[in-house]
Each structure stands twice: as structure tokens, then as C-alpha cells.
């Protein structure tokens, strides 16, 4: 009791929330195997991120699009948010490869539509189980232009990596006009401010061109391998 003689903790009968937060759990973990036992076998992978609202008739889509086909055409499953949008052009792009195309779907109020698209597609209800399998099951990123969702996953690969709560590996931005003032800010405030070091500049690199995206997607695993270590794998079961 504290001073006003009030409890610090309502008794569960009191909390109407306290059975349904128990079940949300298992469907949290449901989540999480589902989602595992989808992607394990679709090594290796790149995601790509985009904006939801880009048009088929965008230059934006076209690029997403080719790069997608360039990606799959070379051995990589294609991972997308399984919507419409950028993530329809990386799923497209993939379908029409040679390499499975995989949209990992969200259930949104305003509900977002499943893409045409996916060879394999799965549904979570929860944004940070989703974004989770991203980081997971993928040995690359390319992010092309979007909002505060290709923000959010942007930052979140980049702090992941940064720490070392996963292992190291290429961020490309696709579409250098789009992001030349965000690299920029970093490195004249970031940068200047020692929030971040240099060096984490290395994680970002600005490519435009699809050939070029799946180069420097091989040569960064060249010396490293697409397997991950044992070291590595330990390293994702504490992601």
C-alpha cells in the first residue's frame, strides 16, 4: 500500500484486458512458427521495401519491377510486404523469375489487399512479427523510395546490423534522387554530431541500376558465403 492507502496493482479481476493479453501471446508465437516453417526453405533472399501507394505507371514500380526479375533470375527468392504498390513490383518482377516470389501480408484496419503476385504468401496480424521474418530471412535489403512504413523498416535493418543483433550484410537505396538528402543529413548531422561513426556510412549504399544491385549483393557475400556461421546463427536466435 502506498501512502494514500491505494493498491499499486488492480487484482486480476479488476483487469478485463488480462485473459485476452494471455492469448494474444500464443497467437504471437503462432505467428512466429508459421512464419518460420513458410521462409526456412526459400534460402537465400533479398527483401525489398517500398512505398504502398506507388502506381504501376511510376517509374518507381518499373525499377522495383526489375530489379525484382534481375534478383530472382539470379537465385534470390524475392521477399516483399505482399501488398500493392512497390511490393507488388518486387512480387511481379519475382513471379515472372525464376525464383519464388514471397509477400509476407499485414491485416491493417483500412485492409491492405494481397498482391497477385506470391508464391508463397503469409499473413501476420502484428507489425513486429512481420518485420522480424524480414530481418530473419533475408541476406539483403533494397529499399526503394516510400513513407514512414519503408522508413521504419529502413532504420530498423540499419540498427540491427549496426549493434550486431544480426550479421552484417548489404542495404542498398534504390533511386539515388529520392534519397541523396537523407545520406546527406546523416553524414552532416549524424555524423557531425557522433550520434552515429563514420564507418556506419558503409552500411548504406546508393545504386540505381538492377544489373548493379545484384552485383554488389554477390560481391558482398564473395569472402563470407550466403550460409550463415555458427557464430551467426547463434546471434539470430537472440534477434
Not at 32 to 38: A, I, L, M, R
Not at 112 to 137: A, C, E, L, P, V
Not at 196 to 216: F, R, T, Y
Amino acid at each position: 500500500m502506498n501512502q494514500h492507502n491505494k493498491p499499486l496493482i488492480q487484482p486480476v479481476s479488476d483487469q478485463p484486458w488480462s485473459a485476452k493479453e494471455s492469448w494474444r501471446l500464443f497467437r504471437i508465437m503462432a505467428e512466429f512458427v508459421e512464419g518460420t516453417e513458410s521462409l526456412e526453405a526459400i534460402q537465400p533472399a533479398v527483401g525489398i521495401f517500398g512505398s504502398a501507394r506507388t502506381t504501376p505507371d511510376s517509374p518507381h514500380y518499373r525499377l522495383a519491377e526489375q530489379i525484382a526479375k534481375a534478383l530472382s533470375d539470379a537465385g534470390f527468392a524475392v521477399i516483399s510486404g505482399g501488398g500493392p504498390g512497390i511490393m507488388e513490383a518486387a512480387n511481379k518482377g519475382a513471379y515472372f523469375g525464376q525464383s519464388p516470389s514471397v509477400g509476407l501480408n499485414i491485416q491493417l484496419p483500412h485492409e491492405q489487399r494481397g498482391n497477385d503476385f506470391q508464391d508463397i504468401s503469409q499473413t501476420f496480424k502484428h507489425f513486429f512479427t512481420r518485420k522480424y521474418m524480414f530481418i530473419k530471412f533475408s541476406t539483403a535489403y533494397v529499399v526503394m523510395p516510400g513513407g514512414f512504413g519503408t522508413m521504419d523498416e529502413l532504420m530498423e535493418a540499419l540498427t540491427l546490423v549496426q549493434t550486431g543483433k544480426t550479421r552484417k550484410m548489404p542495404i542498398i537505396l534504390v533511386y539515388s534522387q529520392f534519397w541523396r538528402g537523407l545520406v546527406d543529413w546523416f553524414k552532416q548531422m549524424m555524423v557531425t554530431e557522433g550520434f552515429i561513426s563514420s564507418e556506419d556510412m558503409n552500411l548504406i549504399q546508393l545504386i540505381d541500376e538492377p544489373k548493379e544491385v545484384v552485383n554488389a549483393i554477390f560481391k558482398h557475400y564473395e569472402t563470407c558465403g550466403f550460409e550463415l556461421t555458427a557464430a551467426e546463427r547463434e546471434i539470430q536466435l537472440n534477434l
